[in-house]
């Protein structure tokens, strides 16, 4: 009896004793980021068979395991991915959103201050001190498109910088976990039993890891942990470990992107919508959607102001009668001068393929120019059956079977957004192109209008004249002309009573407008009549010209179409310079500069507002996630001081037994003796 009261006490110390370790290491690491508390798990010695029955031999400790729960495991990385994503994303937009609307550096106050200069010169055209206030407004606003966009520029390379930082600690990670695995393997191999501590610290691994770059781990059949990232690319598998490359991209060598390096050393370039989570997930979030967006919205803005005003500062005439139909030189059409759209090819070997921005179009008798850019980039490739052209933004795509001729049917095909191609293209070749990206850095006044007020063209370069012999109610207006005018041959209109006409000398074919809206085309040589269905003329239209008539004129009254040779006071393109700034110039007609301008800043402010929303929302689901974790798997200080105290009475019970049994086995000795 008392061999067996000795057996079972001395398991029951062994028990107890490693309950206080266990219990003391949970105490130990109660601060340890991670760390799963810690339990033995006993079972009940095999009873041994006597003539009184089966009688227990004690306990047995057959483990220590780790309070562990898998999913709330995996709701805590996936939290915490989001959250370290969301949080990177705030970040960087949060940047931007606060230079697009400050209220003293934004586009806005610049674009106000340019256009209040205008005005000045279409009040006063003759003005010296007017015409250098619109310059020194207008180097303003380039200066302002400029520093906009340096500072956009800086953070890209910020975010360059902050990729190749991030993806450094992603391989660290990579390499720990895939160390680690190693080592729980071999531990489970030599012990068959789970060595808590290496998987927690895995799991810790994989939890920092997650702050990073989304990843989703499966656990093999001999416990180790294969990482994958994307859409399924393996980071760790069993101690194999690939690692990530911060890459230039073959799209852009201005731009950082990732790689997955495998055993064979390849560098396979990962697609940027693949990296998901984590700081490297917003980071690249936040360049392919805000950054890039607001980038490329300020360069239409840039592009769309200086095509528009350009095309309406070319009808002009300057202070010193210089018009785009003067003889000799020194005439200024472009205002504003900007870079071309940037096309960049995908091999260094391919043929060169540039692209340019297509005229404003619209009315331009009223003044009224539009674009069409949208503000997207575009994919050019030459499949060898086919030449595509695919808009980013929203995968539209413009094809045409290649060949002779493709590149001009392409143009055809995409007039409608602003921009045409030139050259061609290398076969199986991805062309990047950009058509605003770099739009507002390389916006910029004429230089040789900055240096002389007398070249902003504020005139007209026409005028009409009443014969001076006129005695009906006849008028006619100063005229407007159009893209393509010529002064050549201007025509004089004398009325005939008779005919009720007007007829035009020299001879020239022309368009007569009426008040119902009729459009007549006059042939060369040909008469206008006054009336048209009982409708009365209202503007006749020559060479790029167009006067508009009103009142009744009598047999013989007369007018003329003539150049502009003393136009000092004459603000009439200045007014219609002016007048942009109110019309729908941009997205073929649907904005106006400050609308579009108002619309970005809204959009970004907007993203600004649900990123920190969502990134809010995550912190608390984390916090929510920790808590349920902690629940299953923390150290609860409290516990395990309670459990101290059982394991210790259970330690001094069994010792006593121990003395109990050592002193009936006294006993049976001195009584054999």
Do not use: C
């Not at 601060?31 to 031999?57: C, K, M, V």
């Not at 294969?226 to 859409?231: K, L, S, Y």
């Not at 539009?370 to 929203?394: A, E, F, I």
């Amino acid at each position: 009896m008392s061999g067996g009261m000795l057996s079972i006490g001395i398991t029951g110390i062994r028990a107890a004793q490693l309950g206080l370790e266990a219990t003391q290491h949970n105490v130990a690491n109660a601060n340890t980021p991670g760390y799963s508390r810690q339990y033995i798990q006993q079972s009940a010695g095999i009873p041994r068979l006597t003539g009184s029955g089966y009688f227990g031999s004690g306990t047995t400790v057959d483990t220590v395991r780790r309070a562990y729960d898998k999913y709330l495991t995996v709701q805590t990385f996936s939290a915490q991915t989001q959250a370290s994503e969301s949080a990177a994303y705030l970040a960087k937009v949060s940047q931007v959103d606060n230079m697009l609307g400050d209220a003293n550096s934004g586009l806005a106050p610049a674009l106000q201050s340019f256009f209040t200069g205008v005005q000045q010169v279409a009040a006063n055209p003759s003005l010296v001190s007017a015409r250098q206030s619109m310059l020194s407004a207008s180097e303003a606003l380039a200066a302002r498109f400029n520093s906009m966009s340096q500072r956009l520029n800086e953070l890209y390379d910020g975010v360059n910088g902050e990729v190749i930082s991030e993806v450094e600690l992603v391989n660290l990670y990579a390499v720990q976990i895939g160390e680690v695995n190693g080592q729980i393997t071999r531990a489970e191999a030599a012990t068959d039993q789970p060595p808590n501590d290496l998987l927690d610290m895995r799991d810790q691994l994989v939890a920092d890891l997650n702050k990073h770059i989304r990843v989703s781990t499966v656990e093999d059949s001999i416990g180790n942990f294969n990482v994958f990232i994307g859409n399924g690319q393996q980071l760790v598998v069993g101690s194999v470990v690939n690692s990530l490359v911060a890459t230039t991209s073959s799209y852009d060598p201005e731009r950082i992107v990732v790689g997955l390096k495998g055993q064979s050393g390849t560098v396979q370039e990962l697609t940027e919508s693949y990296i998901e989570g984590g700081a490297l997930g917003g980071l690249m979030k936040f360049r392919a959607n805000s950054l890039d967006d607001a980038t490329n919205t300020l360069g239409q803005i840039a592009a769309s102001l200086a095509l528009t005003f350009n095309a309406q500062h070319a009808l002009g005439q300057d202070l010193e009668g210089l018009n785009q139909e003067s003889s000799g030189i020194g005439f200024q059409a472009d205002y504003f001068k900007i870079s071309q759209p940037k096309v960049i090819a995908g091999s260094v070997s391919a043929a060169v393929v540039s692209a340019s921005f297509l005229p404003p179009t619209g009315d331009p008798a009223t003044g009224n120019f539009k674009t069409s850019l949208t503000g997207s980039d575009y994919v050019l490739r030459d499949n060898g059956t086919n030449l595509t052209l695919t808009r980013k933004s929203d995968s539209k795509v413009w094809t045409t079977p290649t060949g002779a001729g493709a590149v001009a049917t392409l143009n055809g095909l995409i007039s409608s957004e602003g921009i045409s191609i030139n050259g061609t293209p290398s076969a199986n070749v991805d062309y990047l192109v950009e058509p605003t990206r770099n739009t507002a850095s390389n916006f910029q006044l004429n230089s040789t209008i900055a240096a002389d007020t007398r070249k902003i063209a504020a005139a007209a370069p026409i005028a009409t004249s009443l014969g001076s012999a006129n005695s009906g109610s006849l008028k006619v207006s100063q005229g407007v002309v159009s893209q393509g005018y010529s002064l050549t041959s201007l025509p004089a209109f004398t009325y005939g009573a008779a005919a009720d006409q007007f007829t035009v000398s020299p001879a020239s074919a022309g368009t007569a407008t009426y008040a119902n809206g009729n459009v007549v085309s006059i042939a060369s040589g040909g008469a206008v009549p006054r009336l048209n269905g009982g409708s009365e003329l209202s503007r006749v239209s020559y060479n790029g010209i167009s006067v508009d008539i009103s009142g009744v004129p009598s047999q013989g009254d007369s007018f003329s179409i003539v150049a502009n040779t003393n136009g000092v006071s004459d603000s009439r393109n200045a007014l219609k310079l002016g007048a942009l700034q109110i019309q729908s110039t941009m997205e073929n007609g649907k904005a106006t500069f400050q609308g579009s301008y108002a619309s970005l800043v809204s959009g970004v402010g907007s993203v600004t507002r649900q990123v920190k929303v969502i990134g809010e929302s995550q912190q608390t689901l984390l916090k929510q996630n920790e808590l349920a974790r902690s629940a299953v798997s923390g150290v609860n200080l409290d516990e395990e001081a309670a459990n101290l105290i059982r394991y210790q009475q259970a330690y001094q019970a069994s010792a006593k037994a121990l003395d109990i049994s050592a002193r009936l086995f006294d006993t049976l000795l001195a009584i054999s003796n």
